[in-house]
């Protein structure tokens, strides 16, 4: 009877041991996870701001073409 009773309990050890590495394997992907998405963020936030740089020196560059003369190419293609 004891060496039932110490088998069980070793199998309930064994198995809460079990659970707790799974836990533990659980916690460093999701931490890695975490890690992922920290990276993820900033990335996009550099991305957001490349843009909005190309997005500004579009405009730039458009007020400046506005601002030019025309010249006699542009305005034979104009008449085309």
């Known amino acids: 009877m004891m060496e039932a009773i110490n088998k069980?309990?070793?199998?309930?050890?064994?198995?809460?041991?079990?659970?707790?590495?799974?836990?533990k394997q659980f916690v460093i992907r999701l931490e890695n996870i975490e890690e992922n998405m920290k990276?993820?963020?900033?990335?996009?936030?550099l991305l957001?701001?490349?843009?909005?740089?190309?997005?500004?020196?579009?405009?730039?560059?458009?007020?400046?073409?506005?601002k030019m003369p025309e010249t006699k190419l542009s305005q034979v293609s104009k008449k085309k």
């Open 48 to 66: 957001k701001e490349r843009v909005q740089a190309l997005e500004d020196g579009k405009k730039v560059m458009d007020k400046n073409m506005k």
């Open 8 to 23: 069980l309990s070793r199998d309930i050890h064994e198995g809460f041991k079990k659970v707790n590495d799974k836990f």
């Open 39 to 45: 990276t993820i963020k900033a990335e996009d936030k």
